[in-house]
């Protein structure tokens, strides 16, 4: 047990700096909501920095423990705890939220305070779901963290918002019943909810197959994995610039992370068995979408594509199960949460000028705004898999893993390093470069100190997990390695 209740912290003061938020009435109080939120974010990403320095990496155990009766009869607590597999997405989260608040500052003029509202709610619902170490609260946290992000594309999206706000609704939640339904049966086994029990239970090869399927459900869709990836560019497309940067940053972490807390280590013995199935649904999202990628003619749907490969990368790391394919894939989680979040931001910084995210309307950006062209650029070679960015090193390392278990698998999975750069380069040219054609980019105003601060910030967090990974992967090498000898050693009855 730890003496401050920092993932309590981390969960509940976002969310109550919500509610405060929206008690601040209407939009004439608009200055009075950002503040709070801005403060709010700035104190949740403060409790959050502990998780990391105060953290053991000696140990795969569960640290900053938290441990409460919550409903005795039915032996639910409300019971909280990270390792190295989750440490890093409750900072990451906690600080892109902090971007989003600045990003929407002088963006958003109507319903300011239901806004900031909630994205600060649903940052703390996340940061429950990456911590909860109780089954039920994990759901109630996975399923509560839909609404925020429903409203925020439904209310502030573009013209099609509310078919994409409905279409990513049912998808997940459609994906989650499965998952409760093996959530419910894990407890008639154990008679425990604690995630940490269901580890340890002894399940037949049937039981751990139908609980592995249900568990691929809920959090294939997450991800999302081919073929139910189409939910995705849609919610992009139609989603305002801090609904997008939230949903690839940290909303398609959540199903990713829900492999590495549930799928692997409760049912071991069929996450091996039916690793090559899940294998050729992440190589045909690395391959197959960044094909589809290249024929984007918006550079939203673009960057959304992207995110589909790049997130099959991160599938493809996890279930080659050997330490530098999880590892790989666990960093790869958090260098796309910078530079998908970083792309999208530049993709906001085009849209509030032009109103338009049509690569054929852009050309010659260049010429006038300089400093967006070279953030941008930065990311876009991030995005590509540059070296010495953060988008390097992940996918590096799941190659090097996927050579390891196949060279030809490994051979499949290099590719996206060249479709990337084809696909992200390309747009990047027809954008930026050339001639200005179009009268209204000839009048395009350069980035300003807010979006200048937002976008260093970034390029930092890129250069720096790209040239010096250490601290990242430290904190996570104790924790993979006992996943990976909790899977070799298998619980079969």
Not at 122 to 150: C, H, K, Q, R, T
Not at 154 to 160: D, I, L, N, R, T
Not at 300 to 328: C, D, Q, R, W
Not at 450 to 476: H, N, W
Request: charged share 10%; with cysteine.
């Amino acid at each position: 047990m730890t003496d401050i209740p920092f993932l309590s912290l981390a969960i509940w003061i976002p969310i109550l700096g919500g509610l405060l938020v929206l008690a601040s009435g209407p939009d004439r109080n608009a200055w009075m909501a950002r503040m709070v939120a801005l403060l709010t974010a700035i104190f949740g990403l403060a409790v959050s920095l502990p998780l990391y320095f105060r953290f053991d990496t000696a140990t795969a155990a569960m640290q900053f423990v938290e441990l409460r009766s919550w409903i005795i009869e039915f032996n639910i607590n409300y019971h909280l705890g990270v390792d190295g597999l989750s440490v890093w997405f409750v900072l990451l989260n906690s600080f892109i939220t902090l971007l989003v608040v600045i990003a929407g500052w002088q963006v958003i003029q109507s319903r300011v305070a239901q806004y900031m509202a909630a994205f600060l709610i649903m940052s703390g619902l996340m940061n429950g779901i990456f911590a909860a170490l109780d089954g039920v609260l994990f759901y109630v946290f996975f399923e509560a963290s839909l609404i925020p992000l429903y409203l925020v594309i439904g209310v502030w999206g573009g013209p099609g918002r509310v078919h994409a706000a409905i279409k990513f609704f049912l998808f997940t939640l459609a994906g989650s019943l499965p998952m409760l339904l093996a959530l419910l049966y894990l407890y008639s086994v154990t008679g425990s909810f604690e995630i940490l029990d269901w580890h340890r239970a002894a399940l037949s090869m049937t039981e751990q197959s139908l609980i592995f399927f249900a568990f691929l459900a809920a959090f294939g869709v997450k991800v999302p994995m081919w073929p139910v990836h189409t939910w995705l560019p849609d919610a992009h497309v139609e989603a305002p610039t801090g609904g997008s940067v939230v949903l690839a940053a940290i909303a398609l972490k959540l199903g990713a992370y829900g492999f590495v807390r549930f799928s692997l280590p409760v049912a071991p013995d069929a996450a091996m068995a039916y690793a090559p199935l899940v294998i050729a649904l992440s190589l045909i999202a690395v391959v197959y979408i960044g094909f589809v990628a290249l024929v984007q003619a918006d550079m939203k749907k673009l960057v959304a594509y992207s995110s589909i490969s790049h997130m099959g990368f991160v599938t493809l790391g996890f279930f080659m199960l050997n330490p530098l394919g999880v590892e790989g894939a666990l960093i790869q989680m958090i260098s796309h949460g910078f530079v998908s979040a970083a792309m999208f931001l530049c993709i906001g910084v085009l849209y509030e000028r032009m109103h338009s995210r049509q690569i054929a309307d852009y050309g010659g950006v260049v010429n006038t705004m300089p400093k967006f062209a070279a953030f941008f650029m930065l990311f876009a070679m991030a995005n590509c898999g540059l070296p010495a960015t953060s988008g390097f090193v992940g996918e590096f390392t799941v190659i090097l893993g996927a050579v390891q278990y196949n060279f030809w698998i490994g051979l499949l999975a290099a590719t996206t390093l060249i479709l990337g750069a084809a696909y992200t380069l390309w747009m990047y040219k027809r954008v930026v470069f050339g001639a200005v054609a179009n009268e209204q980019v000839a009048q395009l105003a350069d980035i300003g100190a807010r979006e200048f601060f937002f976008l260093a910030v970034l390029a930092a967090c890129v250069l720096a997990m790209g040239v010096y990974p250490f601290p990242f992967t430290e904190v996570m090498h104790t924790s993979v390695t006992e996943l990976l000898r909790h899977v070799y050693t298998g619980k079969l009855l």
